[in-house]
């Protein structure tokens, strides 16, 4: 594994003190802070910032989750790869052209967004509440990413810290709480910051109707965490934490059905690179761009901005 330390804007996510120990994440047994002296563990390099309640419901969450299958997907899948660059490549083109000192993705998985942003300072750090997940991840998004096992309730950064956050797809994980979550990102978010993400889109009726049977049909642990936004919802949640929704745009047809979206027809997303799997995104560019098909989106392009 690469080695690499611990960038010194990470706080301590209790009290945002100063986090010591953390010259390099391979070999650190675990980090301190100098303000109010809490302790955090590193495991397999990457620092737990996690307070004992919170690892143990976040351990606890996890060993219901199939996130094996999940990476597999988006690593190893050949058309579900594509795909996702496809995707990642779109949001990535909507972050607006200035310079960037601290980028963070939340919620982040296997980094899919940090893994193939460019011309943007290094490390990116990676924030996932699923240590299991992001250690699969760690050795190929190294050294350019910087996972950190951390909750998006309580983010390890001092207030307005961050000038570029990136999502891809997070924030209906945390459905439940996902007004606090907004909250908190915005407080780390510095004036004219930038919020870029995706998440699903709940706008057609069609959308809305064909999630809650799928996912009634298909009962899952975590099922009532994969609905999705409207347009409203999303502009609401900005407003309550002081941020500006600038752009919601859909995204994601029936190649996202096809080859993007595992939990529907895993055949295919398993399926080689090959000209059926281009031509289903060269259909969902289409109808990105047909009025008629426009709004039936499964997912929406966002970007949200902190008033300077």
Known sequence: MTSF???????CPACHGI?????????SPGLGCASCGARYDVNDG???LLDAETRRSAEEHAAKEDFATYHAARHAAPANVQYYDYWCADLLRRIPRR????????????????????DVPKPIVAIDINHALLALSRDEVAPDVMPLCA????????????????IQGGLHHVRRNVAAVVRE????MAPGAVLVGSEPRNDHAFNRAFRRVFYNLHPTHDAEEEDGFTRREMKALCADAGLELRAYDPFAYLGYMLIGNTDLI???ARM??????SALINLDRVCARTPALRGMGWASQIVIEKPA
């Open 5 to 11: 330390a611990l960038p010194d804007w990470v706080k």
């Open 19 to 27: 986090l010591e120990g953390g010259a390099d994440v391979r070999t």
């Open 46 to 48: 990457i620092p737990i």
């Open 99 to 118: 310079p960037y000192r601290r980028v963070v993705e939340l919620m982040a998985g296997g980094a899919e967004m940090g893994r193939r942003v460019r």
């Open 151 to 166: 909750s998006a309730e309580r983010l390890p950064f001092e207030d307005g810290a961050i000038d570029l956050v990136l």
């Open 185 to 188: 990102i915005a407080r780390c």
């Open 266 to 268: 895993p055949l295919l």
């Open 272 to 277: 080689e690179t090959n000209a059926i799997s």
